[in-house]
């Protein structure tokens, strides 16, 4: 007996036909020169400074976006929510998916934490003291926290000032 006729009497290897997909090749349509438009002719932009007591997490609860949602008349689906919290500590962009005149509904589209590292400065540190006073180098004397010098809009600014001045 060949080779090739004991093969074929092996019963124990099935060997099922090759199937193959006939793929149907997708035909792209063109979009029309109408279907775009400038921003802001369809959709805002809109800027919010956040208050230091927020964090990302609350971004997309519908509490914090109620007062919004009942007091601002322009804000509509598809707009896009700019969000700098005051001691620039993180920035978002969000997009409108609903709203109401009670509610709105945002997701979250891109985050960035722009928090500076914590360093080491001996005597000092760096603390947040309001949107006025903005980030202040700290000293403690006697067992209280003083402000040896504020004003400093992002943390970096005030760790180089420690480092270059103190």
Known sequence: MTETNKNLKDTSTVVEPLK???????????????????????????????????????????????????SNQSIQAGDVIEVLREDFVFFAQLIVLAKNKESMIVKLIHFKNLESKEQKTGDFSVGWKGSIRKFAILKTRDGKEVSVKEGFTIKQEAYNHIKNYL
């Open 20 to 70: 193959t997909e006939i793929k149907k090749e997708r035909k792209i349509g063109k979009l029309m020169p109408t279907e775009i438009k400038p921003s802001g002719v369809t959709s805002s932009s809109f800027r919010l400074s956040l208050r230091t007591e927020f964090i990302k997490e609350d971004l997309e609860t519908s509490e914090l976006w109620e007062n919004i949602a009942m």
